[in-house]
């Protein structure tokens, strides 16, 4: 059964500094996509970013950027410029693509930002 | 807008009260599943379906029943809630295999069970 983990349960960081956000998961698929969800205080799930494990090339978007290394099954987030927006809680997501394809949730990483 | 739409969105009811939280999707999409987030668990599938009449069960699914009679629709079924399903639930759809394998969420529905 596919695990994520999220080893942090809290992080801050300084308005416009930079954060990093860990996740590791382990699987026996070759074929998976990841994702990082944003959920702020509206408890609703934002999708942030997504990487497809068969590309090697890190996903961006926008100040959101990814570390995705297969074979440490290593996913992490790095956001640049955090922004008071930022804060929410940040859920890493693994889906495979056979059989229930669920989305495996990690605990979560509450991020608070420092004015 | 495409969207997923659940109902209610706040709910408290009392132990062994039957209800009904509906789930209906806008988007054409073939695989619908529920999940619930819990303190410091993050969130675990219920339910999922592949497509009309095909259901089945996720990581959680006691004290829980699903149907699947129309593709919009997903709706979770609590016969007798007892505390333990106080919960924060969502549904979420998404096109089954293709696509980006992003799944699209409703905007969550916290049940209180007393």
Same mark, same amino acid.
């Not at chain 1, 990093?20 to 999708?47: A, G, H, N, V």
């Not at chain 2, 675990?44 to 699903?66: A, F, L």
């Not at chain 2, 295999?97 to 699209?104: D, I, N, Q, S």
């Given at each position: 059964?596919?695990?994520?983990?999220?080893?942090?349960?809290?992080?801050?960081?300084?308005?416009?500094?930079?954060?990093?956000?860990?996740?590791?998961?382990?699987?026996?698929?070759?074929?998976?996509?990841?994702?990082?969800?944003?959920?702020?205080? !509206?408890? /609703?799930?934002?999708?942030?970013?997504?990487?497809?494990?068969?590309?090697?090339?890190?996903?961006? #978007?926008? $100040?959101?950027?990814?570390?995705?290394?297969?074979?440490?099954? !290593?996913?992490?987030? @790095?956001?640049?410029?955090? /922004?008071?927006?930022?804060?929410?809680?940040?859920?890493?997501?693994? =889906?495979?693509?056979?059989?229930?394809?669920?989305?495996?949730?990690? +605990?979560?990483?509450?991020? +608070?930002?420092?004015? | 807008?495409?969207?997923?739409?659940?109902?209610? $969105?706040?709910?408290?009811?009392?132990?062994? @009260?039957?209800?009904?939280? +509906?789930?209906?999707?806008?988007?054409?999409? #073939?695989?619908?599943?529920?999940? =619930?987030?819990?303190?410091?668990?993050?969130? =675990?599938?219920?339910?999922?379906?592949?497509?009309?009449?095909?259901?089945? @069960?996720?990581?959680?699914?006691?004290?829980?029943?699903?149907?699947?009679?129309?593709?919009?629709?997903?709706?979770?079924?609590?016969? !007798?809630?007892?505390?333990?399903?106080?919960?924060?639930?969502?549904?979420?759809?998404?096109?089954? =295999?293709?696509?980006?394998?992003?799944?699209?969420?409703?905007?969550?529905?916290?049940?209180?069970?007393?």
């Amino acid at each position: 059964a596919q695990t994520v983990t999220q080893s942090q349960p809290e992080m801050s960081v300084q308005e416009a500094e930079t954060v990093t956000l860990s996740c590791t998961y382990d699987t026996s698929e070759s074929d998976y996509y990841l994702f990082w969800y944003k959920q702020p205080p !509206s408890r /609703q799930m934002i999708l942030v970013i997504r990487q497809e494990a068969y590309k090697q090339q890190n996903a961006t #978007e926008n $100040r959101f950027s990814v570390n995705f290394q297969k074979a440490a099954k !290593s996913f992490s987030l @790095k956001i640049s410029d955090s /922004q008071l927006g930022d804060a929410a809680m940040y859920f890493c997501a693994y =889906r495979g693509t056979f059989g229930n394809e669920k989305l495996t949730f990690g +605990t979560g990483t509450r991020l +608070t930002i420092i004015p | 807008e495409a969207q997923v739409t659940q109902n209610p $969105r706040y709910l408290i009811t009392v132990t062994g @009260k039957k209800l009904t939280v +509906t789930c209906s999707q806008n988007m054409n999409h #073939e695989y619908m599943s529920w999940y =619930r987030q819990d303190p410091g668990l993050g969130l =675990r599938q219920i339910y999922y379906s592949m497509n009309v009449e095909v259901t089945d @069960k996720g990581d959680v699914p006691e004290g829980y029943k699903v149907s699947r009679k129309e593709k919009r629709n997903f709706p979770l079924i609590l016969e !007798s809630p007892s505390p333990n399903q106080t919960s924060l639930y969502f549904c979420a759809s998404s096109p089954h =295999r293709a696509g980006t394998g992003e799944l699209f969420f409703g905007e969550g529905s916290r049940l209180t069970v007393l």
